[in-house]
């Protein structure tokens, strides 16, 4: 009787006693399914399936990754073959495990990253009461944003890390460790922030349009309310998240050129000082389509990681929030 009073208060009121703390109407599909969970334990089960979707997302596309960084930062011209001479030079000279370089940092980043990611999504969608197909497309962008910035900013020294491993030898950086130490001895503890202006600029039409993107598909084809085989669903899910990673890379991919080139200026003896300083700089050096370099490597690698990363978050969270639920 206690449960069923609780759960009246939350689903006519909106509001759950036993947090103190007033929330959305949950006319949200996904919520209705759980509709005892409180709000702690949404967050918690969409931090843990967020973690684990990050982690085993990169982990698949981190040969890809390290290629697409390596020819950001340099001059040379993209081409599918040049990628393809860089992944076998990378093996024949340095072994298999090496196109996974910079993995390890990627992990330690893109764990609470991702983790934070889809936690934050959840919680800014029902701060600006996002709850289906009459929401307003506007707060839908920008609860994907904010939980971009969110996330970006509590982990950029970790991406900028990510990046200098990625692009150099083991004998320039052994250990994660040792890129801090490095980074703070030679250049001081703002280098760890250089380039993070225009990463947060990229994470803003990113996100949003990664986010909104898999929202609007997942409820035009009505995945989450009718009953799928559960193969059929996945892959719709799958679908969803591919376009929307196309739609997320193609929207920020000039600002991610910026940061790039401004992460890892200090080891490749070409200073960018600032945003505006560095996308003059590649254009007046390079032209207009450098700032496209490599963006046909992620429309494939970008699809792939988010569609595996959306599709991985939504199962791992349902699948917790069943459980916790019973």
Request: glycine residues 6%; hydrophobic residues 40%.
């Amino acid at each position: 009787m206690a449960g069923n009073t609780k759960n009246n208060a939350i689903n006519n009121t909106g509001f759950d006693s036993d947090n103190n703390k007033s929330s959305i109407t949950k006319t949200n599909t996904k919520e209705k399914d759980f509709p005892n969970l409180s709000n702690s334990e949404r967050v918690l089960t969409s931090l843990v399936a967020g973690a684990a979707a990050g982690a085993i997302a990169k982990t698949t596309i981190a040969p890809l990754d390290r290629t697409k960084i390596n020819f950001q930062i340099s001059k040379m011209q993209y081409s599918q073959r040049a990628a393809i001479d860089f992944l076998v030079r990378a093996y024949k000279n340095e072994g298999l495990l090496s196109l996974w370089r910079g993995n390890s940092a990627t992990m330690i980043r893109i764990v609470p990253y991702s983790a934070i990611q889809f936690a934050a999504h959840e919680q800014w969608k029902r701060i600006l009461n996002v709850n289906g197909k009459n929401s307003s497309s506007v707060y839908r962008l920008l609860a994907g944003s904010l939980a971009g910035v969110t996330s970006q900013s509590l982990t950029y020294p970790l991406d900028l890390a990510r990046a200098r491993m990625a692009v150099t030898q083991k004998t320039e950086y052994k250990t994660l460790r040792e890129v801090f130490v490095q980074i703070y001895k030679n250049e001081g503890f703002l280098a760890f922030y250089r380039g993070f202006t225009a990463t947060i600029l990229g994470v803003i039409p990113y996100a949003g349009c990664s986010f909104y993107t898999y929202d609007t598909l997942k409820m035009f084809m009505a995945v989450d309310k009718i009953q799928m085989n559960p193969g059929f669903a996945t892959l719709a899910t799958l679908s969803c998240g591919a376009i929307a990673g196309i739609v997320g890379q193609t929207a920020s991919y000039p600002l991610d050129i910026v940061r790039r080139r401004m992460q890892t200026s200090a080891i490749k003896g070409a200073f960018y000082h600032t945003t505006i300083s560095t996308t003059v700089k590649i254009y007046r050096e390079e032209g207009l389509m450098a700032f496209y370099k490599g963006l046909t490597m992620n429309w494939v690698k970008g699809p792939v990681a988010v569609s595996i990363s959306f599709a991985t978050h939504d199962i791992i969270r349902d699948y917790l929030r069943k459980y916790i639920s019973k």
